[in-house]
């Protein structure tokens, strides 16, 4: 296994520095998983994101304001106050003093959001990389496509030269010809479709860092060399690093944090006061000072904590439902990369070989007139459809790949490597 982690480390580098391929080299799987990291706006997001968390924190670390009033009393009235002579004016400075931890509650609370946000962006950033790898995947099986399909183009003109011949011979009809040159025309409109959807999955991949006129091409990429991927039991333990798990964790801390929170809402808050009081008649001046503690906080706050005690509770069944999916796909991921590797392993070494063989037996038949064009024209078929079905299997492969690397995070895309299907 560590053979296979250690061969694509750079390509899900926690941070991938953004580089642009030159237009006369061929784009690589590294270097589009650069384009993507540095410029696609949904990982950019994370910036401002994060710098609006610290914002939040910073808010929530400072203490109850100060209040500073003024108050006056006895004037303006009636009788023996009628006049400001009996007046009373007050300068007062008011406050709260926090209890049960308030303030540390806060803090934690604010900074597990920012911690969360790493995980966040790192899921983000996977799932991304992910994408870019599939669209990256269409322009190479496009590619491969295109050969393919000039490797039937091939056969088909063969099979027209051998028919004009044997037409020009007087040895089979004009039919065989005619037949002959619609199956050579059929190829080469495979080929033309397989060249849009090769310029069509250009564009999507160059979509995802925003270049609207693509001018690359990909590198070559050998689809049939497939790495040899480690027992399901070696994979599952890797999803325990898995984003997608580590949030879950993040999100205890969080609700955690909330329960303490909504608990620390059961002491009371202390309401101080402490002022200077003016008597205007005999000109007198004296302190003032209070102290006031709201009443039924602790019933109020039981709503809340029995809230934040019930999301603590759901979220080990939360992980429980996401573990289960997780390692449902895997086990999925797993058996389509195995199946796909051994039908490729034997259409290499045990049908291609005998059909090519055969496709030339069936050319020296048909020249010397032993078989008809259908037997030949079929056998064609049946190698140029053998190759196709090469190709959605390494595909399949391909794709079974890039949905693990995904789950458990680690670089298992690797096209070459030790243990690879010959």
């Known amino acids: 296994m560590k053979p296979i982690l250690a061969a694509l480390a750079a390509c899900l580098a926690l941070s991938v520095a953004a580089h642009a391929a030159p237009a006369s080299e061929p784009l690589t799987l590294d270097a589009a998983f650069a384009r993507v990291a540095g410029s696609h706006p949904e990982l950019r997001l994370f910036g401002p994101r994060g710098d609006a968390l610290e914002a939040e924190r910073d808010a929530a670390l400072q203490p109850p304001p100060l209040r500073a009033g003024i108050a006056l009393e006895n004037a303006l009235g009636s009788g023996d106050v009628r006049g400001l002579d009996a007046a009373e004016l007050t300068l007062s400075l008011a406050g709260v003093l926090e209890r049960g931890g308030k303030l540390d509650a806060r803090r934690t609370l604010a900074n597990a959001r920012i911690d969360a946000l790493a995980v966040e962006r790192e899921t983000a950033r996977l799932d ?3 994408e870019t790898a599939r669209r990256y995947l269409a ?8 050969v393919i399909a000039a490797q039937d183009i091939a056969q088909r003109r063969r099979t027209v030269a051998a028919a004009r011949q044997r037409l020009q011979a007087g040895a089979s009809p004009e039919s065989v010809l005619l037949t002959a040159q619609a199956a050579l025309a059929r190829a080469e409109l495979e080929r033309a479709r397989a060249q849009q959807s090769q310029s069509a999955a250009r564009q999507h991949l160059a979509a995802l860092w925003g270049e609207r006129d693509p001018q690359f091409d990909v590198a070559a990429s050998d689809l049939l060399a497939l790495p040899a991927l480690a027992e399901i039991d070696a994979l599952d333990a890797l ?3 898995t984003p997608e798990l580590r949030r879950f964790a993040d999100d205890q801390r969080l609700r955690e944090t909330r329960l303490q929170l909504a608990r620390s809402d059961t002491a009371a808050d202390l309401e101080w006061s402490l002022g200077v009081r ?3 008649d005999g000109g ?27 999301e603590l509770a759901a979220l080990e069944i939360e992980r429980e439902a996401g573990g289960m999916a997780l390692y449902s ?6 058996g389509r990369y195995r199946l796909a590797q051994l039908e490729i392993a034997r259409l290499q070494a045990d049908v291609l070989p005998k059909l090519a063989r055969a496709e030339a037996a069936a050319e020296r038949a048909f020249r010397a007139g032993a078989i ?3 037997e030949w024209a079929q056998l064609q078929s049946e190698a140029t459809g053998t190759r ?3 190709l959605d299997a390494a595909l399949a492969a391909q794709r079974a790949l890039i949905e693990l690397q995904r789950l458990t995070g680690q670089p298992l895309l690797a096209a070459k490597t030790e243990g690879a299907t010959p």
Do not use: F
Request: hydrophobic letters at 45%.
């Open 128 to 130: 991304l990389l992910a």
């Open 139 to 146: 322009v190479v099986a496009a590619q491969q496509q295109q």
């Open 239 to 241: 999803l325990t690093q």
């Open 278 to 280: 003016r008597l205007q």
């Open 284 to 310: 007198d001046t004296g302190l003032v000072a209070g102290l006031s503690l709201p009443l039924g906080t602790r019933s109020r706050a039981q709503p809340a904590i029995r809230g934040a005690q019930a």
């Open 329 to 334: 796909t895997l086990v999925e991921a797993h």
């Open 372 to 374: 008809s064009y259908l």
């Open 388 to 390: 196709r079905q090469q």
